[in-house]
């Protein structure tokens, strides 16, 4: 088999794959990502909504040296050359008058505020689609005016170090922000001792292949009724109405990822599942919770670690509980705990215990989550039946159901495939008191 059969008989195993999107993100991880593994995610799905209706535009935000770029650059390799359009910066009417179509098209700008005098044009194409532009013009015999005219939405990706950008542009973008912890700071320092290339160049072009036969597909994703029940529970901020509006064509791009799993591939109608929405929900929750509190995003990981950790042994939860949980450094969660504290969303149990070790337990104080979570919205919608997904940040498949039995633990199979095994997530409806969301997740 020369290398362009095996290429063409890996992108037909991908896309196949149910662990298509991690295996996608071991390959923009293979360019030069370290960690990153929902941010990179993120990103690459956003360009696949150059399809729909609204596509997803995507701001990285962090300080400098923070590997927002790298991001980028790295998910736009996995694309078709030609679907980029990259820019350093813009004079004011660029948008006007350029002659490049828009339509299906990532454009990439390198800092936001590389394009300030043009940020009122990036603003119209991102939220119209078309801009239409009278200036005057002297050529024959009487002043007159002349009307241009450029028509395409494109997925708009872009970086700033500024926590918040001017409000008409920050809500144009889904926000996601760089990992600058200490420990992030140490993978990509140990990254730096393997200079050989770890690139595996017939999957990254089996990668490559798949996603151009994706983008090809001219497929109509639909959305199911049950998603009303998680509109209703977004925040009732203005700016939800175009959050909303990502996280479904986010959905829309989750679901044409299966395209090929679906079914026929001669037919060109699909409709997103509650598999799609579970993996939705592990990529976007997060940062769209931060976009719309004020709560760090790696204290809500601190809080969700101690609930995990409290929801199994229903006892207060030690700090090198929640490390071992998040694979953290002790003082980095201990920073964390004390932002939760004045949160009033962890409390500490005020005992004396040996080498002064402090116990926290959750408030049950709501967070505010901005998504439903699979498991919330399963006990809600008794229309849903539960699901199987590859999770796309660990690799690992799992089941989310209502049945109460022993969960079984997994590894993943990653790629060249062994058999699945499934990881069982269960619902439990217990007495009041015992957990604030009256729902047990049971992971062994």
Not at 116 to 128: K, N, T
Not at 388 to 396: A, E, L, M, Q
Not at 416 to 441: D, F, M, N
């Amino acid at each position: 088999m020369n290398d362009v059969e095996e290429i063409q008989q890996r992108a037909e195993e991908l896309l196949q794959d149910p662990g298509f999107l991690y295996r996608v993100s071991a390959v923009i991880g293979s360019l030069g990502v370290v960690r990153e593994l929902r941010n990179r995610l993120i990103v690459f799905l956003a360009t696949l909504t150059t399809m729909f209706h609204n596509p997803v535009s995507v701001l990285v935000k962090g300080r400098s040296s923070s590997g927002k770029s790298n991001l980028l650059r790295a998910v736009l390799k996995i694309l078709p050359r030609l679907m980029v359009i990259e820019r350093s910066g813009m004079s004011p009417k660029a948008l006007i008058f350029g002659e490049e179509k828009l339509d299906g098209r990532v454009l990439y700008i390198q800092e936001v505020r590389a394009v300030a005098v043009a940020q009122m044009l990036l603003r119209l194409i991102q939220s119209e689609g078309s801009l239409t532009y009278e200036r005057t013009s002297m050529s024959g015999p009487e002043p007159g005016t002349r009307v241009k005219r450029r028509v395409g939405s494109p997925v708009v990706l872009t970086t700033t170090t500024d926590d918040r950008i001017f409000e008409d542009d920050e809500t144009r973008f889904l926000s996601v922000w760089a990992d600058e912890s200490a420990e992030q700071t140490h993978q990509i320092l140990r990254a730096k001792l393997h200079t050989e290339s770890q690139v595996d160049r017939v999957e990254l072009a089996a990668v490559q292949l798949a996603v151009r036969v994706l983008l090809d597909q001219k497929v109509k994703v639909s959305l199911p009724s049950w998603l009303e029940t998680v509109l209703d529970h977004m925040p009732g901020d203005v700016r939800t109405r175009r959050d909303a509006t990502s996280v479904l064509n986010i959905l829309r791009a989750i679901a044409l990822t299966r395209y090929f799993r679906s079914g026929s591939p001669k037919r060109r109608k699909m409709e997103v599942d509650f598999s799609d929405y579970a993996v939705a929900w592990c990529l976007l929750n997060d940062a769209l919770t931060h976009s719309t509190s004020d709560l760090p995003i790696a204290t809500g990981q601190v809080i969700k670690a101690a609930e995990a950790v409290f929801g199994k042994s229903h006892k207060s939860v030690s700090a090198d509980e929640i490390a071992i949980q998040l694979g953290w450094k002790k003082a980095t969660v201990y920073r964390h705990l004390n932002s939760a504290m004045e949160l009033g969303l962890l409390s500490h149990d005020g005992k004396s215990r040996p080498n002064n070790e402090k116990r926290f337990t959750p408030t049950g104080v709501k967070r505010n989550d901005f998504l439903l979570s699979p498991q919330k919205l399963l006990e809600i919608c008794p229309q849903l039946q539960g699901c199987k997904y590859v999770d796309p940040i660990t690799g690992n498949n799992v089941v989310v159901t209502r049945e109460q039995r022993t969960a079984a633990s997994n590894k993943v199979r990653r790629p060249g495939g062994l058999k699945p095994k499934w990881e069982r997530l269960h619902l439990s409806t217990r007495g009041a008191g015992q957990h604030a969301a009256g729902v047990r997740l049971t992971r062994k």
